[in-house]
């Protein structure tokens, strides 16, 4: 990339591409391919270069190609994909020439106008009305979602078709399943056909009228950008989802949330069009969720991750990410401002957050002049001990020299302010120690070998309800309850000590013989003289010299 001529095609090999002012190309990652910009003249195109094979690529590509040319929609922006687009090392790869579109990101867009009424109305109409022109066409994007949808004075456009359905491909394999914070919980790549929009567009607009209601929701809940005010938690535990809860207490919204909760906890196949969902036709019937309890744990008590979620401290898991994009957090250990000195940086400002220590092997998040510009809050000395979460692409590790000695960095970096998020430790810890939800397994009953087990058991304690991931039992009930059935004991001394439990806990001990009742303690009674044991020793010490005064006196 950092040469064009190795591209074939003729207006490519004259262009050049936007570089981090180390002079590495700027990417932009996707589930398949980078993005890079090449500047052609006045002209600007989006290049897309696959880090991963795509099934069927070149297909897939011409079937969508002839359908979106068919159609001539201002929804889309032209492409033209070349199977032999790029020359590496003597070898030919393919690449995706697409037009450049014009305006912000949908996550950029309601950073900007989450507190305009109206434009979020015009943005819901918008909405509705493309959700219905991809239905009457028979095609589904595969994933819309906020850095897919490009917005103009409300006028829609989408970009990435890496996962696009038109007539003609094969329902049902798809090649990925789109952002989790937009996509159904059960979605997977066997739903791919032309209906696997409607849940994206249906959680958008119930965003977008929540936004109209109360705008603060949007800052509250937005994740750094990655979504509007619902995430991967909420659509998994809709019951236990802290944004359901609120939207249900809300006269205007309660309606709404309710029939998204309903469809949440549905099949996909069940998932009815934006239309129909609006008109409150063909909503799935609501499933009473579970109480949540401590022996039920909902899902939400999992963090499901827009992203690869790593821990910014782990310098060899995340170095074997570089290309991928993927969600950093980790504590700040120090902060770094300073004027580049070389490069298109050179005499412009950058600031390095550092998750270690900088001179060794570490990871950090870099923010260039061009990123400085685009954050409200500026990093400093006063970020170092807080946690937070980044979200991007893993850039190429950088390696120097200190006083002699080489170190390497790798890591993020920054150009918009919504990839930078501060959280709580314990958020921190959430998101680090969880990562994807675990599934579900019923608890398995094992036989207590040792005494500490049993005694333990007998205490009333249950350390395997301490066990990561694993769904606990139920707290067996005191044996004094009418309702505790005690389990079966599986060995000799779990048998005896049950027998035990049960003969010391069921009634109170009665005297074995009339003429011998049970011992009672009966304390000695207090000394009559004060013990002169107990007298300190200054009291002995100023008798004495009393003493020897009043002999004095005598003599």
């Known amino acids: 990339m950092q040469d064009p001529r190795s591209f074939t095609d003729p207006e490519l090999k004259t262009g050049t591409v936007t570089t981090t002012p180390l002079g590495l190309p700027l990417a932009l990652s996707g589930g398949f391919a980078l993005t890079y910009t090449v500047h052609v003249g006045r002209k600007k195109f989006a290049v897309r270069c696959f880090h991963r094979a795509v099934p069927d690529a070149q297909d897939r590509y011409a079937k969508i190609s002839t359908k979106l040319r068919s159609l001539s929609s201002n929804y889309f922006v032209n492409f033209d994909f070349q199977p032999n687009g790029i020359r590496i090392r003597g070898a030919s790869y393919p690449i995706v020439k697409m037009d450049w579109a014009e305006g912000q990101t949908l996550g950029v867009c309601l950073d900007n106008v989450a507190s305009n009424p109206i434009t979020l109305n015009s ?29 103009e ?10 996962g696009m359905f038109v007539a003609g491909l094969p329902e049902g394999r798809g090649t990925e399943i789109g952002h989790k914070h937009f996509q159904h919980p059960a979605r997977s790549t066997a739903h791919f056909g032309p209906k696997m929009d409607r849940f994206s567009f249906i959680a958008i607009d119930v965003s977008l009228e929540a936004l109209q209601a109360a ?7 937005r994740e750094g950008g990655n979504a509007i005010i619902f995430n991967a938690n909420d659509f998994a535990a809709p019951a236990s989802s802290d944004i359901f809860n609120i939207l249900r207490g809300m006269p205007a919204l309660r309606v ?16 009815p069009t934006l239309e129909d969902f609006r008109a409150g036709q063909n909503i799935p019937v609501a499933v009473i969720a579970p109480v949540v309890t401590r022996t039920t744990p909902a899902q939400s008590t999992f963090y499901i991750g827009a992203f690869p979620v790593l821990d910014a401290k782990d310098f060899a898991a995340v170095i074997k990410r570089v290309g991928d994009k993927v969600e950093l957090v980790g504590q700040i250990v120090s902060v770094k401002e300073g004027i580049g000195k070389r490069g298109r940086g050179k005499g412009l400002p ?21 990123g400085l510009g685009n954050i409200t809050t500026r990093p400093n000395d006063s970020w170092v001990g807080k946690w937070i979460s980044v979200t991007g692409l893993i850039d190429p590790p950088y390696e120097g020299k200190h006083y002699g000695r080489s170190y390497r960095n790798v890591g993020i970096a920054v150009v918009s302010d919504n990839q930078i998020v501060q959280i709580t430790e314990r958020d921190a810890k959430f998101r680090l120690g969880r990562g994807q939800p675990a599934p579900r397994q019923p608890r398995t009953t094992t036989a207590r070998s040792t005494n ?15 066990i990561a991931h ?9 044996i004094a309850s009418p309702r505790h059935t005690p389990h079966t004991p599986t060995t000799k001394n779990a048998q005896i000590l049950q027998t035990l439990r049960t003969q ?34 200054w009291v002995w010490i100023a008798v004495g010299i009393a003493f020897l005064k009043i002999l004095t006196m005598i003599k």
């Open 256 to 271: 709404s949330a309710e029939r998204l909760a309903a469809i949440c906890a549905a099949p996909v196949s069940n998932i």
């Open 470 to 478: 694993v769904q606990p039992s139920p707290r067996p009930a005191p």
């Open 215 to 221: 705008p603060a929701l949007h800052k509250r809940f």
């Open 153 to 162: 004075n409300s006028s829609l456009k989408l970009i990435d078709y890496d």
């Open 452 to 466: 500490a087990d049993i005694l333990d058991q007998i205490q009333d304690g249950s350390r395997a309800d301490n």
């Open 123 to 151: 943005l819901r109409h918008s909405f509705r009305t493309l959700a219905t022109f991809l239905e009457a066409n028979g095609i589904a994007h595969g994933d819309i979602q906020n850095d897919n949808v490009i917005v």
């Open 504 to 537: 010391t806990q069921a009634t109170p001990p009665t005297p074995t013989s009339p003429s011998r009742p049970p011992y009672q303690y009966t304390p000695p009674p207090p000394p009559s003289i004060y013990p002169l044991s107990r007298i300190p020793v």
């Open 350 to 370: 950058y600031v390095f957050i550092n998750f270690g220590l900088w001179n060794k092997e570490s990871v950090k998040i870099t923010i260039w002049s061009e």
